[in-house]
């Protein structure tokens, strides 16, 4: 750290939901670059044919993994959710304090949801093919 | 030597059009990966299996090897500067930060090429 004086930051605002929601944007977008590696890994794998599948599925159907899975499922829906809250404000609507309370809440809500149908579908696909 | 004038350097109007191309083509890749991250997901849990035949079935099919490579080049370059800006904004030190920046761009331009890679291979009937 530096020993001149820095200008106020983070740490003395007091913590709002608008903030939390975009904060949560980054770190849900930071996690989905990490399944970009998982999926090339899958597909590589693919790839490579019968054998070097089930090499890799060793590690993919791990049972931890559904819960990595479930991660992915989680941050996708937010960020798919809250990155379209980012593009409506890119056309100048929405910047109002009560319009970006009230989006904050929709993203959460719309994102839940969509979480839910998503976990659905994998349950699903799940019970078909374990 | 620089071709601007001193007037240009002072008004910092050296730069038209150039400042926002980041900006705009993380919002053009947001755009597009709305559609595709959503045919992404359907059709990856519309899959009866996955074991190879099925998967290896389902990437042959002209359509979904043509959508998976625009998904893995779109979503890499989406990362690619959504990451950037990460890097930027806390990585401190000049040093640290380009080093950052390099690994960064090489990592994703080996998922980006890796990705297509494997995506023609299994297209093309090259992984029996």
Redesign the interface.
Known sequence: MPTRPLSPHLSVYKLKYTMLTSGLNRITGMGLSTGLVLLVYWLMAVAGGAHAQARAERLLALPMMKLVYAGYIVAACYHLVAGIRHLVWDTGRGLERAQSQRSAWLVVVVSLVLMLLVGYGAWLSMARAP | MSLRTPMRRILGAGSAKQGVHHWWVQ?LT??A??PL??WF??S??????????T??AW?GQSWTALL?ILL?LV??WH?RL??QV?VEDYVPGPGARTTTLVLVDFAHAL?AA??V???L??ALG???
């Open positions: 919002r947001a755009v990966l709305v991250s959503v997901a359907v990856l849990l519309a899959l009866p299996s996955f074991d190879h035949a998967v290896a990437i998976l893995v979503a890499t990362s959504g990451l990460v998922l890796a990705g890679f494997a995506v291979k299994v090259g992984a029996p």
